[in-house]
Structure formats: C-alpha cells, structure tokens
C-alpha cells in the first residue's frame, strides 16, 4: 500500500524567512497531493492541493511542487509569519475511491 | 460551512469495554473516514468508507469496526477497549465530485482515554 514519508518533523524560521517541507510517496498511481495545516487544538484543515498532470501549485505565500519520477513533492512558504506556527500534513491518493495516507506531519514554529 | 459533528470532544472508558464513536456530516458526503491521531506518528487512517454500508480497511483496523447504515453518519466501535487504544481520534468526510475527489473536511476530535 502507500507509504508517505516527511521531513523535517520539525521545523524552526525566523518570520519573513522561507520554509520548505518535503513529502516521498511510495505508490506511483497515487495523483491527488493535497497539504492540510492544523493548528494547536484545531481540526486539520487543506491549505494547498496538487494533482499529477500539474508540477507546480501557487496561492498568495505557498506554493506546491511536484515530481512524478522521483515521487516527491514539498511545500513552500515564503515570507513567514507567526500565524503560520503549526503542523503540516502531507497526503497522497489514488482516486477518489481509495483511502487519503498522511505523513507523519511537519511542525513549524515561526519565530517572530 | 460543512459540518461534521463528533459526538464527544473527551471521552474516558475502562478497558474492555464497548465504545462507539459517532460522526455525523451534513453535506450529502460519500466519502467518510475515521483516522487516530498519535504525536509523532500523523494521521493514521483505520477504515474508510466511499458509500452507505460499504467500508474499507485502512492501515491500522485492527481492533476496530465501522458501521455505516446512513449516508450522514459513520460509527467507529471499539469491541473491547484497550489501553494502547488511548488517542485523538478524528473523523473526516470529502464529497467524491470527480475521479480524484475533493478535500477533507474534518470533526473536531474525540480524545479518548481508555483506562
């Protein structure tokens, strides 16, 4: 089945700096890559997705991008604020009758 | 807003007994899952399901069922609690719009504690 991996599991920037946090997947038929971000207390909830016949994803500060040969794809924030503290899950899919893997989840602290 | 609704936000239960969690969407979803929530592991998916009575293993079922008889409603039960079974247990659902599917909506959480 498939297997998601992440990296870091924790992360620490300065505000204004950028963040990078990088997903593996392990099913090459996986096509549907979306990022959820929880906050302390929170519910998950999907800041970004991706999907395989496009390589790179932009909205405001973050950014997705992906690789289909080397079955990875990362996340990037740019200009980081405080609010942006939180832990950033990763996912990968099939089709929409197939079970949504997450990776373990990135924490990132912004400090101001 | 979509909503999805569990039914207790902290839960304690003694070991062995029979605990059900209930999760209720109000969007007409098809898709639903249940996934438990340990520091340092993510997301971990237990069953999912992509239509009424229809139910799918995910990567860690064992010790758990589901029940889905109504399209708003998928039920997590635990047989007989154990302690290694105390978590954050959260439920999902996605509307299923075309091959992919569309995101995740998720309750707030149950915290389960089994004693």
């Known amino acids: 089945g498939e297997n998601v991996e992440q990296h870091p599991s924790t992360l620490s920037v300065q505000e204004g700096d950028s963040a990078v946090i990088k997903c593996t997947y392990s099913?090459?038929?996986?096509?549907?890559f979306p990022w959820y971000k929880q906050e302390l207390g929170k519910r998950p909830q999907l800041i970004i997705d991706?999907?395989?016949?496009?390589g790179e994803k932009k909205d405001q500060r973050i950014a997705v991008t992906l690789n289909k040969t080397a079955k990875h794809f990362s996340l990037h924030i740019t200009e980081t604020q405080p609010e942006d503290s939180a832990v950033y899950f990763c996912?990968?899919?099939?089709?929409?009758?197939?079970?949504?893997?997450f990776g373990p989840g990135t924490s990132l602290s912004v400090i101001p | 807003d979509v909503k999805v609704t569990q039914s207790s936000r902290y839960l304690v239960k003694r070991t062995g007994e029979k605990v059900f969690l209930e999760c209720v969407q109000d969007?007409?979803?098809?898709?639903m899952f249940w996934y438990r929530q340990d520091p340092g592991l993510g997301l971990r998916l237990i069953y999912f399901?992509?239509?009424?009575?229809?139910?799918e293993k995910g990567d860690i079922p064992e010790g758990y069922s589901v029940s889905r008889e109504k399209k708003e409603r998928f039920s997590l039960i635990l047989e007989s609690a154990s302690t290694n079974q105390t978590s954050m247990y959260l439920c999902?659902?996605?509307?299923?719009?075309?091959?992919?599917?569309?995101?995740?909506?998720f309750g707030s959480g149950t915290q389960l504690s089994v004693l």
């Open positions: 999902a659902s996605s509307k299923r719009l075309d091959r992919v599917g569309e995101k995740l909506f």
């Open positions: 099913d090459s038929a996986s096509n549907y």
């Open positions: 991706i999907r395989s016949n496009v």
């Open positions: 996912a990968a899919r099939k089709t929409s009758y197939d079970k949504v893997i």
């Open positions: 969007m007409d979803h098809e898709n």
């Open positions: 399901s992509y239509d009424v009575k229809m139910k």
